[in-house]
Nanobody
Framework: QVQLVESGGGLVQVGGSLRLSCAAS?????MGWFRQGPGKGRELIAR???????YLKDSVKGRFDISRDSANNTWYLQMNSLEPEDTAVYLC???????????????WGQGTQVTVSS
């Protein structure tokens, strides 16, 4: 079983920056970030895998970047040029193949609040 602990959220003004971190207790093949804004559903905003293939949601391209530190099972979401629409609870996740059950398993962090003031 893999446990994820995330940090780095907070209050920032429009145009500011934050970096979120997610530390996992074990290896994950795929890792990234979802967010859920007020009254909105959960949406995938960034993903990276062990081959460094990256996905970014169109609305954050050019502003956000995802990276990882494989040696420490940690990944990051660098958030720049923040907008009020970015206000949400951000949840990190990792996906890893379970060699005992031969199924993929998803792991989730506890969530961290990002608030962007207008």
């Amino acid at each position: 079983q893999v446990q994820l602990v995330e940090s780095g959220g907070g209050l920032v003004q429009v145009g500011g920056s934050l970096r979120l971190s997610c530390a996992a207790s074990g290896r994950t093949f795929s890792m990234g970030w979802f967010r859920q804004g007020p009254g909105k559903g959960r949406e995938l905003i960034a993903r990276i895998n062990t081959s460094e293939n990256i996905y970014l949601k169109d609305s954050v391209k050019g502003r956000f970047d995802i990276s990882r530190d494989s040696a420490n099972n940690t990944w990051y979401l660098q958030m720049n040029s923040l907008e009020p629409e970015d206000t949400a609870v951000y949840l990190c996740y990792g996906r890893e193949f379970d060699k005992e059950t031969f199924k993929w398993r998803d792991y989730w962090g506890q969530g961290t609040q990002v608030t962007v003031s207008s």
